[in-house]
């Protein structure tokens, strides 16, 4: 049997809004998708899914015709579809225009990045979206904070996790995908994030440089998700870096399993599912020192937390490459508090029964 409809609104380059969809058309729910990436982009999972898929209009939304144009997109489509729920992923953005357009139950989804490092015009479009919706959730308690701060009602949020497929991401041989991905036999440093300001590849290009210089068969492999948003510096020995765009999202778990460390180096964030696929696949990680470390992870045990600077980060991957009962330490409590708290099936069924609450509340002022 069907359950409600689901009008879900968010950018689909990353993997983040087309892996709810599906998941939640898997557990009966009528899913729409509103949404857009460029054609090199495009992922065929919800064509596989025959989920439908709704384009926005082509004018930038951080343009007042732009932001118009989607607004008024938001309103036809839903007065169209007529679905039990919107949920909107990027507040200043889809999260805005669906707020804006005055369709509902709203659910808002920040994801950290929409929230910390915002400028003026983006917290404005926050405030706005917040105070307007009937459910706000995230996956960290401290990205909740700031949303209530910036006017979301606190008995309307909740967390929830994106979860880790333990089924695609696992551990296995790291020769062996070390060799399928073209990767020689020496240490592998991964940066699974895009390229954009916030993710600090520049540094992690110079602190690879270091590691370099004592390790001369150190690999760095800089995983992004086919954007270049940021200009890269001069590579420390480019015969051991390895630039790769967007790939098939079940081809991750090889270089996750390719990897001897995992970096994320960001300035700002939620908990990034890069970190949790990276433990659930045996990768001992060293992330930037943020708040949301201390929600689930203990430093030092499940992860090396550094700040965001060139010399620490460094230290910490040849800390773990010269030590590898450490790295394996580290990488089986990982994999093991993954298993435990964040198992993507769970949080799936969680989020499908908060959408049937709200679909089944009346509507709310």
């Not at 082509?58 to 489509?77: C, D, F």
């Not at 949790?276 to 937390?305: F, H, I, K, N, T």
Request: aromatic letters at 6%.
């Amino acid at each position: 049997m069907t359950r409600d409809r689901i009008l879900l609104l968010g950018p689909l380059a990353p993997p983040h809004v087309v892996d709810q969809a599906v998941a939640l058309k898997d557990r009966g729910f009528d899913v729409h998708v509103g949404g857009d990436a460029e054609d090199a982009l495009a992922d065929p999972t919800l064509g596989e899914a025959s989920i439908p898929v709704h384009a926005p209009p082509v004018r930038r939304r951080r343009s007042p015709l732009g932001v118009a144009a989607t607004v008024r997109w938001i309103r036809e489509l839903a007065a169209e579809l007529r679905p039990d729920i919107v949920s909107a992923h990027w507040l200043p953005s889809f999260g805005f225009a669906a707020a804006a357009a005055g369709v509902g139950p709203l659910a808002l989804t920040a994801w950290g990045t929409d929230i910390y490092g915002a400028g003026r015009l983006m917290r404005v479009a926050d405030r706005y979206a917040l105070r307007r919706a009937d459910l706000v959730m995230a996956d960290a308690e401290n990205v909740l904070d700031e949303c209530v701060d910036l006017g979301a009602r606190r008995d309307r949020t909740a967390i929830i996790q994106w979860g880790v497929d333990l089924s695609l991401f696992t551990p296995g041989d790291r020769a062996a995908a070390k060799r399928s991905l073209g990767l020689g036999p020496g240490p592998v440093v991964l940066s699974p994030r895009s390229f954009m300001p916030v993710y600090n590849i520049p540094t992690i290009i110079e602190a690879f440089g270091r590691v370099g210089a004592e390790l001369e068969d150190a690999q760095l492999v800089l995983k992004h998700i086919g954007t270049l948003q940021i200009e890269l510096p001069e590579l420390p020995y480019p015969e051991r870096v390895q630039i790769v765009g967007r790939v098939a999202y079940e081809r991750m778990a090889d270089h996750y399993r390719a990897a001897d460390v995992c970096v994320s180096l960001t300035s700002a964030d939620a908990t990034p599912r890069t970190v949790w696929e990276g433990m659930a696949c045996g990768c001992a990680m060293v992330v930037s020192d943020l708040p949301w470390v201390y929600d689930l992870l203990e430093p030092g045990r499940d992860v090396v937390a550094v700040p965001v600077d060139v010399e620490p980060l460094a230290d910490a991957i040849l800390s773990l490459l010269r030590d590898p009962d450490m790295a394996q330490r580290i990488a089986a409590q990982g994999r093991a508090l993954v298993e435990r708290e964040l198992d993507r099936e769970a949080q799936m069924d969680r989020l499908a029964e908060i959408y049937e609450r709200l679909a089944a509340q009346p509507n709310r002022e």
